[in-house]
């Protein structure tokens, strides 16, 4: 059974550029998460697809937006790229009951120069 | 929102020895408590999981222990290897929706 895929692994990108990550979950999961993960802030949750449709979101501005498609794959966009965005986004998909397991991907190591 | 604390932020033991990460959370709905261990290069992956209708959960040398009434939860790893050497996320979520709230994390060092 093949795992979460995040693609591309490593991104370089100047400020004020935009960037769009993509996340294949795990056959059969329905449901997509989305986290920054940085050495000062740690793992911060961005936001949850579910059916295409976004049903949580954390506390990051309206230049991070995502979206998921027919097929349960996603992406996140990041616009007007700043220093700070630099980071590793994460993407986890799970099946959706109670509670249930998520699985993480590789991440995607995003630079900003 | 949920906050979740966790420590200590690193722990060096020798192997063999044991290994105990604590975390506490602030939102008393919260009712699933999963563990994740990331490597080097690796996103998080599940280690092991409790919920909130359990006290105690084991899995061969890893067991997690759940207090709601305090909202606490540790994870405890036996007869430490080297292989366990790894940073360690507690986490707390409620509801069916993914939305997980991430302790800052543990680096874990074993020494051979």
């Known amino acids: ?42 793992l911060q949750f961005l936001f ?9 979101k954390g506390n990051f501005p309206g230049r991070f937006s995502g979206r998921q498609f027919s097929n349960s794959r996603s992406e996140m966009n990041v616009s007007t790229l700043e220093l700070g965005d630099s980071a590793l986004y994460l993407c986890a998909s799970s099946r959706v009951t109670e509670n249930t397991e998520a699985f993480f991907g590789q991440g995607t190591r995003l630079t900003v120069v | 929102g949920e906050n979740v604390e966790q420590h200590p932020s690193t722990l060096s033991v020798q192997e063999g020895d ?24 690796k996103g998080p992956q599940l280690i092991i999981d409790i919920r909130s209708n359990v006290g105690e959960k084991k899995d061969q040398r890893i067991a997690v222990t759940l207090n709601k009434t305090a909202k606490h939860f ?39």
């Open chain 2, 18 to 41: 044991s290994a105990v990460i604590k975390c506490t959370y602030s939102d008393s709905a919260s009712n699933y408590f999963p563990w994740y261990k990331q490597e080097l290069g």
């Open chain 1, 1 to 42: 059974k093949a795992g979460v895929t995040q693609t591309p692994r490593y991104l370089i990108k100047t400020r004020g550029q935009q960037v769009t990550l993509s996340c294949s979950p795990i056959s059969g999961h329905r449901s997509v998460s989305w986290y920054q993960q940085t050495p000062g802030q740690g």
């Open chain 2, 74 to 112: 540790s994870l405890h790893i036996t007869e430490t290897q080297p292989e366990d050497s790894a940073v360690y996320f507690c986490a707390a979520a409620r509801g069916g929706y993914q939305k997980v709230t991430f302790g800052t994390g543990t680096k874990l060092q074993v020494i051979p």
């Open chain 1, 48 to 56: 949850e697809y579910f059916s295409e449709t976004q049903r949580n």
